[in-house]
């Protein structure tokens, strides 16, 4: 278990091996809906000792994940011994700072919500200054006053926003929107109107895509504001410097920007706030961890069950 700032939200997984590895950033949850069911956005990254760069954030990806294992956990701490014999060759590469160079020609990096810097000051900063000619942003959810959409703007000093909404309960608070906003919607239609739960950003420049995507939504709390460190979530997001045009046509958006798809406003289903996350009610109810060693159950109850009152009640398969 974890305590997050916010909501713990990355989406990743990390697979070695004895010579090669790959991880996975992701949209999606490791659910029903998020593995077959709606429309997903997942980045990949395949590794060996020959490759420095991939290597680089894989061993990023580790150093993430390790940081939330309890090793005081006796099937855990096996697990983990057994991946650092077995996947040898990585437990030595430093974690990739920055951006790092892949065996493609294309350069990339691996973003986490921790430390003092926000996911949306390092994208800003991986820009180097260029000019932005368009920020194309797809989230399922939003700012009720789109702060964070409107400081990416602003950090990227881009010329137009593109943002694309659709699939199943398409939700934009179209009603932040003022006269004269740079800011234009686009239909993303999905197959048999599937839920748009990708998070994708991208900032075209005159020879790049810069492209971010994962598991933060355009808000505050996911990718925090460019300028000014806020309390935010836990996420994890992969960076990718693509040739200019490459993500779209990957993700087959080309058409789907044209000027003649612009939405209105009314277009859109009436914007819904959606209630606060009850975080302080779900960690009151936490009763903290268990194992099982042999014949023995252990128990390390949360503050909240620490008391002579609280007991553990064992029942069987029928209840």
């Known amino acids: 278990g974890t305590r997050s ?23 999606a949850n490791l659910t029903a809906p998020g593995l077959a ?14 490759n420095a760069g991939e290597s680089g954030l894989l061993a990023s990806a580790w150093h993430y994940i390790e940081r939330f294992l309890d090793l005081d956990q006796e099937a855990v701490a096996s697990q983990v011994a057994r991946m650092r014999k077995q996947a040898a060759w990585l437990m030595d590469v ?16 691996f973003l986490d919500g921790n430390g003092r810097r926000t996911i949306a000051s390092r994208f800003a900063a991986f820009l180097g200054g260029d000019p932005v000619k368009r920020l194309i942003v797809i989230s399922p959810y939003w ?11 602003k950090a990227t000093n881009a010329r137009e926003v593109c943002v ?4 199943h309960r398409p939700s934009f608070p179209t009603q932040s929107l003022v006269e004269g906003d740079p800011i234009r919607l686009f239909p993303l239609r999905a197959e048999q109107d599937r839920f748009v739960h990708g998070k994708v950003v991208i900032a075209q420049t005159s020879d790049a895509d810069h492209v971010l995507y994962g598991s933060a939504n355009c808000t505050i709390a996911g990718l925090g504001a460019a300028r000014v460190s806020t309390r935010r979530n836990d996420e994890a997001c992969l960076y990718r410097r693509m040739k200019r045009g490459a993500a779209l046509r990957e993700l087959h958006l080309e058409s789907a920007i044209a000027k ?3 939405l209105k406003g009314e277009d859109l289903p009436k914007w819904q706030v959606r209630p606060e996350v009850p975080l302080e009610a779900a960690i009151s109810r936490d009763p903290g961890r268990f194992a099982i060693r042999g014949a023995d159950l252990f128990w390390w109850p949360t503050e909240a069950y620490a008391h002579r009152n609280a007991r553990v009640e064992l029942l069987g398969r029928a209840g």
């Not at 430093?94 to 990096?109: Q, R, W």
């Not at 700012?143 to 703007?153: G, I, M, T």
Request: aromatic share 2%; glycine share 12%.
């Open 5 to 27: 700032e916010g909501v713990f939200h990355p989406k990743v997984i990390l697979q070695l091996g004895q010579k090669t590895g790959r991880v996975f950033v992701s949209s």
């Open 37 to 50: 069911g709606n429309l997903e956005v997942i980045g990949h990254i395949a590794a060996s000792p020959h």
């Open 94 to 109: 430093a974690p990739a700072e920055g951006i790092v160079s892949l065996a493609n020609g294309e350069t990339a990096a």
């Open 143 to 153: 700012d009720e006053d789109l702060k964070a959409l409107r400081d990416l703007h």
């Open 164 to 167: 694309l909404v659709g699939g």
């Open 260 to 262: 003649e798809n612009v």
